[in-house]
C-alpha cells in the first residue's frame, strides 16, 4: 500500500540554523499538504501543493514538491524558538487514501 | 482569525456506549470539515470529510456504521463514536476548511473508554 515516510524523526538546530524536513512517497501523490503542530497544541495547516515541480514560500519557510509528485520538502531559514514543534506531511495517492508522514520533531537552542 | 471549538473536550464513557463530539466554526463557513484521529505522540490519521448536506466520505479501514459523521449546516458537524471500546480511546480533532487552500483545526476531544 502507500508509504509516506518523512525524515528526520527529530531534528534539533541552534537557533539561526536552517531546517529542512522531507517527505517521501511510494507512489505519486495527486497533492501534498504540511502541517505544524506545536507541543501541547493542535495542528495548524501550513500550505498544500499540487502541481508537480511546484515551490511555494512563505516568509522564512520554502515548500517544494518534486517534479514526480512522490517527494516534498519544508525548509526553514533562519530558524527562531518560535519555529519549535513537529511537523507532518500528508498525501492523497492514487489509490484515493490520505496518509500522514509520521512527522519530524524540530527542537531550536535559543 | 478563525476559530473552530470542539466539544466536550473531555469524555470519559463507559464500554458499549455512544459519544457525540461537535465541531464548529464560529466565525465562517465551512462546507467541508475533517475529522482526524491522534494517538499519543503520534501523527495524523484522517478518519473522513464532512460534506454539509450530503454523505461523509471516510477513509479506508474507517468502518462509516461505527464512527457516524453528520453535517447538518455550514457551522456544525458532529462525530458519534458508537458502541465505544477501550480500543476507541483517542484525542479525536476535526478541522474545518473555509476555501479551497486553508484548514482551521480544532483543539480536539480527548476520548476515553473505560
Known amino acids: 500500500g502507500q508509504q509516506v515516510m518523512q525524515i528526520p524523526q527529530y531534528q534539533h538546530v541552534q537557533e539561526g540554523e536552517d531546517f529542512t524536513t522531507y517527505c517521501n512517497s511510494s507512489t505519486t501523490l495527486s497533492n501534498i499538504q504540511w502541517y505544524k503542530q506545536r507541543p501541547g497544541g493542535h495542528p495548524v495547516f501550513l500550505i498544500q501543493?499540487?502541481?508537480?515541480?511546484e515551490v511555494k514560500k512563505q516568509k522564512r519557510l520554502t515548500f517544494q514538491f518534486g517534479e514526480a509528485k512522490k517527494n516534498s520538502s519544508l525548509h526553514i531559514t533562519a530558524t527562531q524558538t518560535t519555529d519549535v514543534g513537529t511537523y507532518f506531511c500528508a498525501g492523497r495517492g492514487n489509490n484515493n487514501d490520505m496518509r500522514f508522514g509520521a512527522g519530524t520533531r524540530l527542537t531550536v537552542k535559543p | 482569525g478563525a476559530v473552530v471549538s470542539q466539544h466536550p473536550s473531555r469524555v470519559i464513557c463507559k464500554s458499549g456506549t455512544s459519544v457525540k463530539i461537535e465541531c464548529r466554526s464560529l466565525d465562517f463557513q465551512a462546507t467541508t470539515m475533517f475529522w482526524y484521529r491522534q494517538f499519543p505522540k503520534k501523527s495524523l490519521m484522517l478518519m473522513a470529510t464532512s460534506n454539509e448536506g450530503s454523505k461523509a466520505t471516510y477513509e479506508q479501514g474507517v468502518e462509516k456504521d461505527k464512527f457516524l459523521i453528520n453535517h447538518a449546516s455550514l457551522t456544525l458537524s458532529t462525530l458519534t463514536v458508537t458502541s465505544a471500546h477501550p480500543e476507541d480511546s483517542s484525542f479525536y480533532i476535526c478541522?474545518?476548511?473555509?476555501?479551497?487552500?486553508?484548514?482551521?483545526f480544532g483543539p480536539g476531544t480527548r476520548l476515553t473508554v473505560l
Open positions: 478541522s474545518a476548511r473555509p476555501g479551497a487552500d486553508t484548514q482551521y
Open positions: 501543493l499540487v502541481k508537480s515541480g
